[in-house]
């Protein structure tokens, strides 16, 4: 157990619908990140959010937002959603800002999009 | 941006046998490389990683090499076991976000 929490596990959707997967990262982490993993596309580094900022983006779409609380768990809103959307979404968290992070990865949310 | 290009994509091998598995990297900037393990349906879990200011990193079976002029890393497991079966990644990070290669699905055939 990483100590990372995702929920929920499993989301089937319809296609133009809006979702929110939720993170706590571990105790005492800063960073949360956000990855989609589909099986043609690999592990793909989605946004970084460090105390309640985001840091970074990656490959996101517009359709897709995130937010970090102040209790350090984030969400990730994804909207419209298209059938290629289905994939397995992970969030990491990680403690140390710059430099090197190790980053440990929840559990995943598999999302289906019918 | 950063760029990871990992090979091969499937590997299969004999228990007790090495593996190997091979990474290239785009930024030279990139100063943070780890390893993580992912069986199916899982969580990826780090297995290993390395910083620019080292060469080679060992843990166990595991060994990890890093060649920066290059702009190259390698993963290697010797004396395979069957529980070593599952997909490695490997990743690249200059500011903690990870690029991540698109994976190589070991088999470790009893």
């Known amino acids: 157990d990483s100590g990372v929490t995702q929920t929920p596990k499993h989301l089937i959707t319809a296609t133009g619908q809006r979702v929110t997967l939720r993170c706590s990262p571990r105790?005492?982490?800063?960073?949360v990140y956000w990855y989609q993993q589909s099986l043609d596309q690999g592990l793909q580094f989605l946004i970084h959010?460090?105390?309640?900022?985001?840091?970074a983006k990656g490959n996101i779409l517009e359709r897709f937002s995130a937010q970090q609380f102040p209790d350090l768990h984030s969400e990730l809103n994804l909207s419209s959603l298209e059938l290629g959307d289905s994939a397995l979404y992970f969030c990491?968290?990680?403690?140390?800002?710059?430099?090197?992070?190790?980053?440990?990865f929840g559990p995943g949310t598999r999302l289906l999009v019918l | 941006g950063e760029n990871v290009e990992q090979h091969p994509s499937t590997l299969s091998v004999q228990e007790g046998d090495s593996a190997v598995i091979k990474c290239t990297y785009s930024?030279?900037?990139?100063?943070?490389f780890p390893w993580y393990k992912q069986e199916l349906g899982k969580r990826p879990q780090l297995i290993i990683d390395?910083?620019?200011?080292?060469g080679e990193k060992k843990d166990q079976r595991i060994a990890v090499t890093l060649n920066k002029t290059a702009k190259h890393f390698s993963l290697h497991i010797t004396e395979t076991q069957p529980e070593d079966s599952a997909v490695y990644f490997c990743?690249?990070?200059?500011?903690?976000?990870?690029?991540f290669g698109k994976g190589t699905k070991l088999s470790v055939k009893p």
């Open positions: 990491a968290s990680s403690g140390i800002a710059g430099g090197r992070e190790t980053q440990y």
């Open positions: 959010y460090y105390n309640g900022e985001e840091r």
């Open positions: 990743a690249a990070s200059r500011r903690g976000n990870l690029i």
């Open positions: 105790s005492g982490d800063l960073s």
């Open positions: 930024d030279s900037a990139s100063n943070y």
């Open positions: 390395i910083r620019s200011n080292v």
